[in-house]
């Protein structure tokens, strides 16, 4: 067994699978401490029963708490199956699925969160699902024990997401997913600092197919996600897959123009042949504000996709990885 140290600065190509495993097991983990020993009970056992060879890839994504000592001790515990990917810093739970998805060696890849929220059992109906033919296998959540805000606000979104990118996914927010290795390949060879890795998987699919999954609740801990980081993702998502929004606004932007200009022509019309009108300062504020408004919400739409050239050209790494805890032959 050997630890390496090694500074990732970013995408290194993709790896070849050689002689890996059938199946690559991807956990992103951030301050996962209370819940890690349940998820260690429960996802060997699941995988065990495969009767498949399998690697179990845990990238630990800056965890402030014990969650990385923990990972270590359970790669000692069974060097032959399980990784240890430890960032230097918290980067985002997309970035850690990059991270494993380019050091990963099965022929088939498994995405699991480490809050238990999809029961880890579920990975053999993924797998069955790809031995029909699928190259990439979303899920949705059957029955979620997430709170009503969060279920609305995903339903929302996921329509909006829908309408816009014409990416046809049932439950956006469901990571646990099972992609074939040519799908992982082409994900290895995007550059994209920000991009969310379902829907940039399903433009690359072949034969994309979905299935429905347990939900649980979370077993220990706090969601980390909030309704920011839920709506940037939303963001993320919509201005990486679709330039339809800088489209909508340009149109609205037009009728707005149309409709002042027609606006200005009837008040002066009015006021030639009927005279200057008394009060209606409040309707000007109404219409002023309205304007304001609209064009404040452009400018913040252009700051999206401005960002998003500005983090590109930057050519920033993705993440770094502080070191590797792998068992070399």
């Given at each position: 067994?050997?630890?390496?140290?090694?500074?990732?600065?970013?995408?290194?190509?993709?790896?070849p699978?050689?002689?890996?495993?059938?199946?690559?097991?991807?956990?992103?983990?951030?301050?996962?401490?209370?819940?890690?020993?349940?998820?260690?009970?429960?996802?060997?056992?699941?995988?065990?029963?495969?009767?498949?060879?399998?690697?179990?890839?845990?990238?630990?994504?800056?965890?402030?708490?014990?969650?990385?000592?923990?990972?270590?001790?359970?790669?000692?515990?069974?060097?032959?199956?399980?990784?240890?990917?430890?960032f230097?810093?918290?980067?985002?739970?997309?970035?850690?699925?990059?991270?494993?998805?380019?050091?990963?060696?099965?022929?088939?890849?498994?995405?699991?969160?480490?809050?238990l929220?999809?029961?880890?059992?579920?990975?053999?109906?993924?797998?069955?699902?790809?031995?029909?033919?699928?190259?990439?296998?979303?899920?949705?959540?059957?029955?979620?024990?997430?709170?009503?805000?969060r279920r609305?606000?995903?339903?929302?979104?996921?329509?909006?997401?829908?309408?816009?990118?014409?990416?046809?996914?049932?439950?956006?927010?469901?990571?646990?997913?099972?992609?074939?290795?040519n799908?992982?390949q082409?994900?290895?060879?995007?550059?994209?600092?920000?991009?969310?890795?379902?829907?940039?998987?399903?433009?690359?699919?072949?034969?994309?197919?979905?299935?429905?999954?347990?939900?649980e609740?979370?077993?220990?801990?706090?969601?980390?996600?909030?309704?920011?980081?839920?709506?940037?993702?939303?963001?993320d998502l919509?201005?990486?897959?679709?330039?339809?929004?800088?489209?909508?606004?340009?149109?609205?932007?037009?009728?707005?123009?149309?409709?002042?200009?027609?606006?200005v022509?009837?008040?002066?019309?009015?006021?030639?042949?009927?005279?200057?009108?008394?009060?209606?300062?409040?309707?000007?504020?109404?219409?002023?504000?309205?304007?304001?408004?609209?064009?404040?919400?452009?400018i913040?739409?252009?700051?999206?996709?401005?960002?998003?050239?500005?983090?590109?050209?930057?050519?920033?790494?993705?993440?770094?990885?502080?070191?590797?805890?792998?068992?070399?032959?």
């Open positions: 067994m050997k630890v390496h140290e090694a500074i990732d600065l970013g995408p290194a190509g993709i790896e699978v050689g002689d890996g495993p059938a199946l690559s097991v991807i956990v992103p983990v951030y301050n996962e401490e209370p819940g890690l020993a349940a998820l260690f009970a429960r996802l060997y056992p699941a995988l065990d029963a495969l009767k498949i060879a399998y690697e179990i890839v845990f990238i630990d994504d800056g965890s402030r708490d014990r969650s990385a000592a923990l990972l270590a001790a359970q790669f000692e515990a069974r060097p032959d199956v399980t990784r240890v990917i430890l230097n810093g918290n980067f985002g739970q997309h970035r850690a699925i990059l991270a494993g998805f380019e050091h990963c060696r099965g022929a088939r890849v498994v995405t699991l969160d480490a809050d929220q999809n029961p880890p059992e579920e990975i053999a109906r993924l797998l069955a699902a790809m031995d029909e033919g699928h190259d990439y296998v979303g899920t949705i959540r059957r029955m979620r024990r997430d709170s009503a805000w609305w606000a995903s339903r929302g979104m996921n329509q909006l997401r829908a309408n816009i990118t014409h990416i046809k996914m049932t439950d956006q927010g469901c990571m646990m997913r099972a992609y074939g290795r799908i992982v082409l994900i290895n060879q995007c550059g994209e600092m920000n991009t969310f890795i379902p829907a940039l998987a399903y433009q690359f699919a072949r034969t994309p197919t979905e299935i429905e999954v347990g939900h609740e979370r077993f220990a801990g706090e969601s980390k996600y909030s309704l920011y980081s839920l709506i940037r993702l939303n963001f919509v201005t990486g897959f679709s330039i339809v929004p800088l489209q909508w606004f340009s149109m609205l932007g037009m009728t707005v123009s149309v409709g002042s200009a027609l606006l022509l009837l008040l002066v019309g009015r006021r030639i042949f009927i005279g200057p009108e008394e009060g209606g300062l409040f309707t000007l504020f109404a219409i002023a504000f309205l304007l304001i408004g609209l064009a404040l919400f452009g913040g739409l252009l700051g999206e996709y401005v960002g998003r050239i500005f983090q590109e050209v930057r050519s920033r790494p993705r993440y770094v990885i502080n070191a590797i805890l792998e068992r070399r032959e």
